[in-house]
């Protein structure tokens, strides 16, 4: 089946900081990566689709300036989370598409703002 | 607006009887649907799909069901195990994109 990493699997930064997450397909390669959040006890909640080669598309509701994406190659879809605080820790997880309509995810990034 | 529901946050089963989790969605416009299982602090992973143009899916001991008319899908484990005791979401699949139940809790009773 289809592998999905992320990095780092937690982190803890200051409030003010920038950090980057990073997806990567392992054995496939993904024009189209996808980032979601999730709050504790709640749903997977889709930011934005990362298309290589071109601009994310962001969903209603998310700052595009501060949940900054790049998808590089097509195996690589980078999130950079700018200026966190502490509202912005989360569980954030990333997914591709593998096939036809499945999407495969990442193992999640735990980020905690202090 | 919830597009995806699922409607019971938890179930508890006995091991070996069957497992039933339902999901409800509104939009006509999916046309795709996928279960999940989740475990704390873990990405999803992909159990098993349907396409909207079938009614049944069948893969080992998970089936999923259809019901268009009713825009009602359900997943069935059967029998259960106590590995299987995880967090179920559905997602619907529409434009490209997924959105995701609120999740099922599901707990095997040994």
């Known amino acids: 089946g289809a592998v999905v990493s992320q990095h780092p699997s937690w982190v803890i930064c200051k409030s003010g900081t920038s950090v980057k997450i990073e997806c990567r397909s392992l054995d496939f390669q993904a024009t189209t990566m996808f980032w979601y959040r999730q709050f504790p006890k709640q749903s997977l909640m889709l930011m934005a689709t990362s298309n290589e080669g071109s601009k994310a598309t962001y969903e209603q509701g998310v700052e595009k300036d501060k949940f900054l994406i790049n998808h590089a190659s097509l195996t690589l879809s980078t999130l950079t989370v700018t200026s966190a605080h502490p509202e912005d820790s989360s569980f954030y997880i990333c997914?591709?598409?593998?096939?036809?309509?499945?999407?495969?995810f990442g193992p999640g990034t735990r980020l905690t703002v202090l | 607006d919830q597009q995806v529901k699922q409607n019971s946050p938890s179930l508890s089963v006995q091991e070996g009887r069957i497992s039933i989790l339902n999901c409800d969605y509104t939009n006509s416009m999916f046309d795709y649907f996928l279960w999940y299982k989740k475990y704390p602090a873990e990405g999803p992973t992909f159990l098993i799909s349907i396409s909207s143009i079938k009614d049944k899916n069948e893969d080992g001991r998970f089936t999923v069901f259809l019901n268009k008319s009713a825009k009602h899908l359900s997943l069935h484990i059967v029998p259960s195990q106590p590995g299987d005791s995880a967090v179920y979401f559905c997602?619907?699949?529409?434009?490209?994109?997924?959105?995701f139940g609120t999740g099922t809790r599901l707990t095997i009773i040994p």
């Open positions: 997914s591709a598409i593998w096939g036809t309509d499945t999407q495969y």
């Open positions: 997602a619907a699949s529409g434009y490209g994109k997924l959105t």
